[in-house]
């Protein structure tokens, strides 16, 4: 087991086996997207107050979830990469760090868009709003911090420690609803127990939901292959690669 | 898992980091309790914790039948309530598209001597719950 994580987390190896996996994803996401989009905003019924506006809930709890679903990966990244040196793991850092710092953007944009009509107002400071920006502010300190320090061993040591110690902030923001007042409203979805969302309008939302997944996965693959190729040009395997 | 030595204490030192870093920020949200909330409720306003002539937030229920908006003018008057004590609520301007009878809102303003916040905003607060018309 040990000896295959090894393995598959070779630069060389990992390059095949993303090659293979990343049509296939691209398909699934394909098929996802277009079931998540036409459920969601055709098929599904406006909501009995906020109308068709409520619709934006399809693209803005999925980006929201995935900000802190790749910053959990990142920081578990972090780890592997601090303790191990294994090299794949700051690949990843340095790939899915602007998708992070992306769908987090979306996540408030979107948030604000509807919080204007809804709640009267773009933004408010409140736990979970402001939470998600110093978020947001993480994934762009990790992002610059990278970029200023020239010697990339120095960069993946010293963005790895920003990624564990910002991991705090992440609870954080799941929990802020529950533990204070806040104008953001509370959990819609569990996974244990009845949602707060009639069925007919909940199929679309994982559907987009474990789309958004899918997008991450396959963008993150293709940026990492093209990162290792950045990275081991030196490299014998790339060599001969590039000559065939 | 194989962990040489070195692995080892590389590991130890960064689950040090995270309970660190976790108990600081814990200890300073704990500090900062009534700060991070966002508003009060009417029943701590009724109970005179909130300062008067100061800008504050009152969250609540709108109460129903207690929205009374004046001839000729954006003005309008309602009660902001929790399961216990009610708050009366002034207010000049235009209100957001969800503030009705029955739902949640915050509302953004100075509280008077007379028990009464006289408000500059009106948000209103959507809750969790997402359902088409007809099961209305």
Not at chain 1, 134 to 147: D, N, P, S, T
Request: overall charge positive; glycine content about 6%.
């Amino acid at each position: 087991m040990w000896l295959w994580i090894n393995k598959f987390a070779a630069p060389k190896n990992f390059y095949q086996i993303a090659g293979t996996i990343i049509p296939w994803t691209s398909i699934l996401c394909a098929l996802l997207f277009l079931y998540g989009l036409i459920g969601g905003l055709i098929l599904a019924p406006p909501d009995y107050q906020q109308g068709d506006a409520f619709r934006i809930i399809y693209v803005h709890v999925p980006s929201a979830l995935l900000s802190m679903l790749i910053y959990i990966s990142l920081a578990i990244a972090a780890v592997i990469n601090l303790v191990w040196r294994i090299k794949l793991a700051d690949i990843i850092i340095a790939v899915s760090a602007p998708l992070g710092a992306a769908f987090t953007f979306l996540a408030l944009s979107t948030g604000a868009f509807w919080g204007k009509p809804m709640w009267g107002t773009w933004w408010v400071w409140d736990a979970r709003l402001t939470s998600e920006l110093i978020l947001l502010f993480i994934y762009l300190g990790v992002i610059a911090l990278r970029a200023a320090i020239p010697l990339q061993e120095s960069a993946a040591r010293a963005s790895a420690i920003l990624l564990i110690v910002g991991i705090v902030n992440i609870p954080i923001i799941h929990y802020s609803v529950a533990w204070w007042n806040t104008l953001h409203q509370g959990e819609t979805l569990t996974l244990t127990g009845a949602s707060l969302i009639a069925p007919a309008m909940l199929h679309p939302l994982w559907a987009m939901i474990l789309a958004f997944i899918c997008y991450a996965k396959t963008i993150i693959l293709i940026r990492a292959r093209t990162e290792i190729l950045r990275r081991e040009k030196q490299s014998q395997w790339i060599q001969a690669f590039l000559r065939n | 898992m194989k962990l040489n030595p070195i692995q080892r204490r590389r590991l130890l030192f960064i689950l040090l980091i995270i309970i660190a870093v976790a108990l600081a920020t814990a200890l300073a949200l704990y500090a900062l309790q009534q700060n991070i909330n966002l508003f009060y409720n009417s029943s701590q306003i009724a109970a005179g914790q909130a300062p008067l002539n100061h800008e504050l937030r009152l969250g609540g229920m709108v109460q129903a039948n207690s929205v009374k908006r004046m001839p000729h003018s954006l003005a309008v008057n309602f009660i902001v309530r929790d399961n216990a004590k009610s708050v009366r609520v002034s207010y000049v301007g235009i209100l957001p598209d969800l503030f009705r009878e029955g739902q949640a809102v915050v509302v953004e303003g100075k509280l008077t001597v007379q028990g009464v916040v006289q408000a500059d905003q009106v948000l209103a607060k959507h809750d969790e719950k997402y359902m088409p018309a007809i099961l209305k």
